[in-house]
Nanobody
Framework: VQLQASGGGLVLSGGSLRLSCLVSGSTLDAYHIGWFRQAPEKGREEVSCTSQTNSFTKYSDSVKGRFTISRDNANNTVYLQMNSLKPEDTAVYYC??????????????????????RGQGTQVTVSS
């Protein structure tokens, strides 16, 4: 299973971007999905997680109300819609999927390295 994140770029403060994560080698509906980010000189943090059935979704306090996670199972693609971007959102963004554990996976904030499959990042830069 491979994950390929894309959609990053340079955007002005207040602008929007939509990140995509294409999952190949398996069907997306088997997985919980996580988005993470790592800013320069900081640790990787969880941005959002949505359960396999989309019955549970959570966001970090720093992005709540501005970011939206979604999935297109037919096209095996995960999205992160990012609105009202701020300079502090500047980071490399990563997607990951987990298919080994039950429905409560997203109830706990697991670190990126615990996910079953993890993708390479895409850079998001927000200028003021």
């Amino acid at each position: 299973v491979q994950l390929q994140a894309s959609g990053g770029g340079l955007v002005l403060s207040g602008g929007s971007l939509r990140l995509s994560c294409l999952v190949s080698g398996s069907t997306l509906d088997a997985y919980h999905i996580g988005w993470f980010r790592q800013a320069p000189e900081k640790g990787r943090e969880e941005v959002s997680c949505t359960s396999q059935t989309n019955s549970f979704t959570k966001y970090s306090d720093s992005v709540k109300g501005r970011f939206t996670i979604s999935r297109d199972n037919a096209n095996n693609t995960v999205y992160l819609q990012m609105n009202s971007l701020k300079p502090e959102d500047t980071a490399v963004y990563y997607c990951a999927v987990e298919g080994r554990y039950g429905t409560t996976w997203c109830n706990v904030s697991f670190e990126f390295d615990y996910y079953q499959y993890r993708g390479q990042g895409t850079q998001v830069t927000v200028s003021s």
